[in-house]
């Protein structure tokens, strides 16, 4: 909680400097350029800059930036590199089966999509938000939200900075504020602590399916000139993952001998011994795999939680006083592995109602016009395609559900129509997890240093700080349940899960074995949050600015 006191009045506020908050943004300011009527707007971004937080793959489907700016090659958008070859491959240990286009269905193909840096093109939309008079405030974490006493949300508070871990005030202690707002949006992408504070507050989750998530590691290298091939979007899944365990890998060519590595674990996984980290290690390996990057150097690592629930799972979007867009509420298109240009029309949707909203002196209730709007958008009609996608594959696994997923896609793009009426997946991702007496120990190689590699020196990578005697922003509701009952039954499974070592069991002679958080290490992942079979990991937002820095990621 903040000491907030001082406060600044805006008619709109954004948690989130992501693709959902600044088209939101730009949204909101075109709408009053255009009508004549000031609207005043402004942004709160938790990383010290516009996307240092900020990880996707990615490749984007530029259909909702045509709509927000439609002159936006002119206007120099980081979108460089179209796809021009398109595969999908399916791993065996010592094989790759390349998957022919013609039985994929057409939702699937990448032609027409640019693969790009997202912190890029954060940092371009920002600067048209800035133009268009939006305010910016970098390196401002969001802690709480302000409540009146009819339980209306009229401002977001920032978090107090300069304080100590004992919780005294350093010599640099300044107090969080009060942003207050007519209406606040939170864009805090997959598993943010405001929205599931707010989510759970106003039932918003109430007759949805559970949210689900996957965990998505990336490293950017730089290839030989020879070995890079602009336009390149690689997708595979099965090994190293066995059947029962969803998931796979993508690999993006683009700029100046860039390629986007990545690895994308499903955090319904059973078996309490896998490590996502460990696993995109091991895929790397493979002989299909493993040409392509040597020669080459990996300049950057990082991790992130990517919302996997669908269409079923999405929240009911408003509350009294603001509204959830982007992943925060969850429209990523899990087999198209793609949520940015969802993220951003579900943005300019919530500004639009916003903004009408303000147009006849409304203020702090709830923005009825946008759900409608998201159901009749494409959004919803691009969610409503692959629907039963996750709860088959993570029913049936990787082999019969994905084709029963596919065959599921070609009936709902041709008749528009699904076999399967609307699944639901397993349940939520913490209960999925087998105790460890009956699951399979897994035994993982030793990094080369060349292409596989070791977590700290990945966590250096991604430019990861925190200053060390601040308040441990992971907060366990039990300190003893760690070692007391996640030990012995799942054998702790959060010194695996956790992609950055954030999370240690020591043990030192005849000493009772102690759980150590190594918060520092933190990659804002969000997976504890998500995956800890207890559920009693809490991931709060650090002092403003701290995290990872991401840059070109």
């Not at 004549?36 to 984007?60: D, F, P, W």
């Not at 900075?161 to 997959?190: C, F, Q, W």
């Not at 349940?427 to 999925?432: E, S, T, V």
């Amino acid at each position: 909680m903040s000491d907030a006191s001082e406060s600044m009045e805006f008619d709109v506020v954004i948690v989130g400097a992501g693709p959902a908050g600044l088209s939101a943004a730009i949204r909101l300011k075109q709408l009053a350029q255009s009508t004549g009527r000031e609207t005043s707007v402004c942004v709160i971004e938790k990383g010290a800059e516009v996307g240092a937080h900020i990880l996707s793959g990615a490749v984007i489907d530029p259909i909702a930036l045509n709509e927000l700016i439609p002159d936006w090659k002119t206007r120099g958008a980081p979108l460089t590199t179209e796809v021009d070859d398109d595969r999908f491959y399916y791993l065996t240990r010592n094989s790759a089966v390349r998957v022919p286009h013609f039985i994929m269905p057409p939702l699937m193909s990448n032609r027409g999509n640019y693969v790009i840096s997202l912190g890029q093109l954060c940092r371009w939309l920002a600067q048209q938000a800035e133009a268009l008079g939006v305010e910016i405030f970098p390196g401002f974490a969001a802690v709480d939200v302000e409540l009146s006493a009819n339980e209306e949300v009229t401002g977001i508070i920032t978090g107090d900075m300069g304080v100590a871990r004992d919780g005294h005030h350093k010599p640099n202690y300044t107090p969080g504020i009060v942003l207050r707002s007519k209406y606040a949006l939170i864009a805090e992408g997959a598993r943010g602590s405001l929205a599931k504070t707010l989510i759970g507050r106003f039932g918003l989750a109430e007759a949805r399916a559970p949210q689900n998530f996957g965990l998505g590691l990336k490293e950017l290298w730089e290839l030989p000139k020879e070995k890079h091939r602009p336009g390149l979007v690689m997708h595979t899944m099965g090994w190293p993952l066995d059947d029962c365990t969803g998931g796979g890998s993508f690999i993006y060519h683009y700029g100046e001998n860039l390629a986007s590595v990545g690895f994308v674990v499903h955090l319904d996984y059973e078996n309490p011994f896998l490590s996502p980290f460990q696993e995109f290690q091991r895929f790397k390996t493979h002989k299909t795999i493993r040409p392509m990057l040597e020669g080459g150097r990996r300049i950057a690592y990082g991790a992130r939680a990517i919302t996997e629930g669908g269409l079923q799972a999405v929240p009911k979007l408003a509350f009294p006083g603001g509204a959830l867009i982007g992943c925060a509420a969850g429209f990523v298109n899990l087999p198209r592995i793609k949520g940015s240009h969802n993220a951003m029309k579900t943005g300019m949707l919530a500004a639009e109602a916003a903004f009408e909203a303000l147009a006849t002196g409304r203020a702090h209730d709830v923005l009825d016009d946008y759900e409608p709007a998201f159901r009749a958008s494409h959004v919803y009609r691009d969610l409503a395609l692959v629907r039963n996608v996750k709860p088959l594959w993570s029913r049936y696994g990787t082999a019969r559900g994905v084709m029963l997923g596919g065959i599921d896609m070609w009936a709902n793009q041709i008749f528009g129509l699904s076999l399967f009426g609307t699944m639901s997946t397993k349940g939520p991702d913490f209960a999925q997890l087998l105790p460890a007496a009956k699951a399979k120990p897994i035994s993982y190689g030793k990094p080369d240093g060349v292409i596989t590699f070791d977590i700290l020196s990945s966590v250096f990578l991604s430019g990861t700080r925190h200053d060390e005697d601040e308040p441990v922003h992971l907060k366990l509701k039990e300190p003893t349940l760690p070692i007391r009952e996640n030990l012995p039954v799942y054998a702790e499974p959060a010194q695996r899960y956790c992609p950055a070592s954030v999370f240690e069991v020591v043990a030192s002679g005849a000493n009772e074995p102690q759980f150590v958080i190594n918060a520092a290490n933190c990659v804002h992942c969000k997976t504890c949050d998500i995956k800890d079979p207890a559920q009693n990991i809490t991931w709060v937002p650090p002092e403003g600015g701290d995290g990872p820095a991401y840059g070109a990621m």
